[in-house]
Structures are given as C-alpha cells and as structure tokens.
C-alpha cells in the first residue's frame, strides 16, 4: 500500500535542518516567505505547537495549497536523487557513557581522530575510580543530526567484546525471552546468569 505523504511531517523534517533549508533557498522568495515564518517560533520546542496551515495562510494571506506545495518542494528538491544538494553538518559533539554492573559514568568530547565501532575495545585509565573499571567495549553506537551538528552518542560496557554473547543478548531480546526492562536493567552478569546458565 502506497504511503500517504504528510505534509505535517515535511514542516516538522524541514524545521530540523531550518538553517541550511534557508541557505539553500534563500534566493527563492516563494520558499522563503514560508521558512522565515516558521523560523519565529521555536516549533521543535515541545510546548509550542506546530501552526495549522490556516493559521499560516491568515498570518502570511499565502493559500494553503499554496504552502503544502511550496513545502512538498522544497522536502523534493533537498531529499531527490535527482538534485545536487549536500546538506553540511559542520560541527560535532561526542558524549561517551560507560556502565560497570550498575555503576555509570559520562565525558564529553569535542573531536576524534577515530570513531570508534561496535565490538571495539577501548582503555579508559582516567575513569577507573569512578566506576571501578578502566577497560571497555563499544556496545552501542547512535548518530543524531540536528541544524548544522552531528552528535554522536557511544555506550560503552565494561570488559572485553564477545561476538557470541553479543549475538545471543540480541537473540533473546528479539525472542522476549526476557521481560523487556530486564534488558536495560540487568547487569551483564546477570544476564549471562539468566540466559547462558539456566537450568535444563
């Protein structure tokens, strides 16, 4: 079935990377009749609700098939294979968490030669005190792009990576073989208890 497009969810997606839509039309003034309205209120903030688009044809006295069209566009132009345009995410952040049993800990980075990838160990000699470990593996890794910034969120365990123990965590998850919190809950330990040393 054919999936109904949301011109809704276009304003929203659009708003996400506002500053960079707006240099890319900032020439078209049909385009940008529309970005500069939506640019005077934080819309992304959750308090304050995305207009109605008849609340933007009486403030901006532009047809409301007007502004679907004009938004459907510009989404066209930015996300078509057709279209020659590099979205620029100049900036980027990285936040490190680690989880020892049930002892966590966080530090930010500004910049990395090298991202590290799941199953990759890592020495961390400068956060063993806080949560009496210094040895760790990447077990997690989300990439988040928002304006013109990459934030780059990795989640690190203590110990060293094991391909057969991350498979079957993964495999019980899939199979609920688990209640679902006890995922997030559960230290490693307990976990490898409940599902590798159960009883026949």
């Known amino acids: 079935m054919e999936r ?7 304003m929203l997606d659009l708003l996400y990377i506002k500053e960079q839509v707006k240099e890319k039309f ?8 529309i970005l500069n ?6 819309y992304l903030d959750d308090d304050i609700p995305l207009p109605s ?9 532009i047809k409301s098939y007007h502004i679907r069209k ?26 490190f968490y680690l989880q020892n049993n049930k002892e966590y800990a966080s530090f930010k980075c500004k910049k990395l030669n090298y991202i590290p990838r799941i199953g990759e160990n890592m020495d961390l000699p400068f956060i063993k005190e806080k949560v009496g470990c210094d040895y760790f593996y990447v077990d997690d890794i989300r990439h988040y792009y928002y304006s013109r910034k990459q934030t780059i ?28 919190k006890d995922f997030y809950n559960l230290s490693d330990w307990e976990l490898k208890r409940r599902l590798l040393f159960k009883k026949p």
């Open 37 to 42: 309205y939506l640019d005077k209120e934080d």
């Open 4 to 10: 109904r497009t949301s011109v809704r969810r276009i």
């Open 70 to 95: 004009r938004l459907i566009d510009m989404y066209n132009i930015l996300f078509s294979s057709d279209e020659d345009v590099e979205l620029d995410f100049k900036s980027s952040e990285i936040y």
């Open 26 to 33: 900032k020439d078209n003034k049909n385009y940008m009749e």
């Open 53 to 61: 688009f008849k609340q933007i044809e009486q403030d901006t006295r």
């Open 153 to 180: 969120y990795i989640y690190l365990k203590s110990g060293m990576f094991n391909s057969y123990w991350y498979t079957r965590l993964h495999e019980a998850e899939e199979k609920k073989e688990l209640p679902f």
